[in-house]
């Protein structure tokens, strides 16, 4: 891998940390999103380790496919507008891999590794936004249904 190895283990520390927070606090998609994308993240991660230097980028854009029709089936069956905008993402990071793999350029830290790091951030993002809509959703939830319940023990009283 081109990037230095503590960028790898920085990378995959962020995977875990997102599944583990849509994992605990996020609802169906937060989760099944979370753990497409840590698998994603894992199975790059061993490609790259386990593969020959001519199969990776290959094995990127499996990946990076395999990523993006996850997205697009939890958007739309979830109508999510995260999901939409991390399914956006990954089809920046599948033409991003599939840009360098037509060339054959060399992965470069100025253009791709920027473009790499960036775009797998936002996805992170997308999904760490989800499971806090989620969690406000479940609170907004609560409360309306406290507020419901004192107003008919209220009205019981009178």
Same mark, same amino acid.
């Given at each position: 891998?081109?990037?230095?190895?503590?960028? @790898?283990?920085?990378?995959? =520390?962020? #995977?875990?940390? +997102?599944?583990?927070?849509?994992?605990?606090?996020?609802?169906?998609?937060?989760?099944?999103?979370?753990?497409?994308? %840590?698998?994603?993240?894992? /199975? @790059? =991660? *061993?490609?790259?380790?386990?593969?020959?230097?001519?199969? @990776?980028?290959?094995?990127?854009? !499996?990946?990076?496919?395999? $990523?993006?029709?996850?997205? $697009?089936?939890?958007?739309?069956? /979830?109508?999510? $507008?995260?999901?939409?905008?991390? #399914? #956006?993402?990954?089809? =920046?990071?599948?033409?991003?891999?599939?840009?360098? %793999? =037509? +060339?054959? *350029?060399?992965?470069?830290?100025?253009?791709?590794?920027?473009?790499?790091?960036?775009? +797998?951030?936002?996805?992170?993002?997308?999904?760490? +936004?989800?499971? !806090? $809509? *989620?969690?406000?959703?479940?609170?907004?939830?609560?409360?309306?249904?406290? *507020?419901?319940?004192?107003?008919?023990?209220?009205?019981?009283?009178?």
């Amino acid at each position: 891998m081109f990037q230095p190895i503590f960028f @790898v283990y920085a990378g995959l =520390v962020v #995977l875990i940390a +997102t599944f583990a927070f849509a994992m605990w606090k996020g609802e169906a998609p937060e989760r099944i999103g979370g753990s497409l994308n %840590l698998a994603a993240g894992l /199975f @790059v =991660v *061993a490609a790259d380790r386990f593969l020959s230097p001519d199969l @990776v980028p290959i094995a990127q854009l !499996v990946v990076d496919a395999a $990523l993006a029709m996850g997205f $697009l089936f939890l958007a739309v069956r /979830f109508a999510s $507008l995260w999901l939409g905008v991390a #399914l #956006l993402l990954q089809a =920046v990071q599948f033409s991003l891999h599939a840009y360098y %793999l =037509v +060339t054959e *350029a060399q992965h470069d830290w100025r253009f791709y590794g920027r473009i790499n790091n960036i775009d +797998t951030t936002g996805i992170n993002l997308m999904i760490i +936004t989800g499971t !806090v $809509l *989620a969690m406000r959703r479940r609170i907004q939830a609560r409360r309306q249904e406290l *507020a419901r319940a004192q107003a008919q023990a209220a009205a019981a009283d009178a």
